[in-house]
C-alpha cells in the first residue's frame, strides 16, 4: 500500500513536469505567423515564370490582399486585372496546414472549379509550404473535365521582409509562379 501511494506521488511529480514543458513552435506555426503578419496589406505582384499560357495574367496588374485573418485561417483575395474572383484560404488543421481555392462568379456564387487545393504532406519550413492536390480535388478536376490538374502541386513561400510567393506545379513541366514585393505595401 505504501508503494502504491508513492508510485502515485512519482507519476502526479511526472505529468506535472510535463505540463510546464514548453512546446515549440513548429515550422508550420511559424510559417503560419510570417503570413499573419502580412494582415491588412496589399501588394502587387508580377509573373516570373515564362509559360505562353499565363500571357494574361502577365500583362495584368496582379495583387494580393492578406486579409480576414483569424489563429486558423487567413484569406487572401488575388486579384487579375478587373477579375476579382480569387481568394486563396489557408486554415491550420489538425494534421497541417490546408491551402484552398476559392473561386465566385460576378455574383459571388461559388464558380464550376471551386474549393480545390490540397494539404500540407510534411513539416515544411518557416519559409514555404508546399500543398500536393487532395482527393476532393482530383474528383473535382476529372469531373469538370479538367484531369490535367489531378497532379498539382501549389506551393506558398513567405520571406520575411522580401516577398510573399504563389506557385502552381506539375510534374508534366507545367510551372507557374507569381511574386509580390511585400516592401512596398498599395493602397488598391
Known amino acids: ?10 507519476a502526479a511529480l511526472m505529468l ?18 510570417n503570413l499573419s503578419a ?18 494574361s495574367f502577365a500583362s495584368s ?10 489563429a486558423n485561417e487567413i484569406r487572401i483575395p488575388f486579384w487579375v486585372g478587373q477579375d476579382r474572383s480569387r481568394t486563396w484560404v489557408l486554415t491550420r488543421t489538425g494534421a497541417g496546414l490546408t491551402l484552398k481555392h476559392d473561386h465566385r462568379d460576378s455574383q459571388g456564387k461559388p464558380d464550376g472549379l471551386h474549393w480545390y487545393g490540397g494539404d500540407t504532406s510534411g513539416q515544411g519550413t518557416a519559409q514555404r509550404q508546399e500543398f500536393p492536390v ?44 507569381v511574386e509580390f514585393d511585400v516592401t512596398r505595401p498599395v493602397a488598391e
Open 1 to 10: 500500500m505504501h508503494f502504491a501511494k508513492i508510485a502515485a506521488a512519482a
Open 16 to 33: 506535472s513536469a510535463c505540463a510546464s514543458v514548453p512546446v515549440a513552435p513548429s515550422a508550420q506555426d511559424d510559417f503560419f505567423a
Open 38 to 55: 502580412l494582415c491588412g496589406q496589399r501588394f502587387e505582384g508580377r509573373v516570373v515564370t515564362t509559360d505562353p499560357a499565363d500571357a
Open 61 to 70: 496588374r496582379l495583387l494580393m490582399h492578406v486579409r480576414d485573418c483569424s
Open 134 to 177: 487532395d482527393d476532393f480535388s482530383i474528383e473535382l478536376f476529372n469531373a469538370w473535365d479538367a484531369s490535367v490538374s489531378t497532379t498539382n502541386v501549389w506551393a506558398i513561400e513567405v520571406l520575411p521582409g522580401r516577398i510573399f510567393a504563389y506557385e502552381l506545379r506539375r510534374p508534366a513541366g507545367r510551372f507557374f509562379r
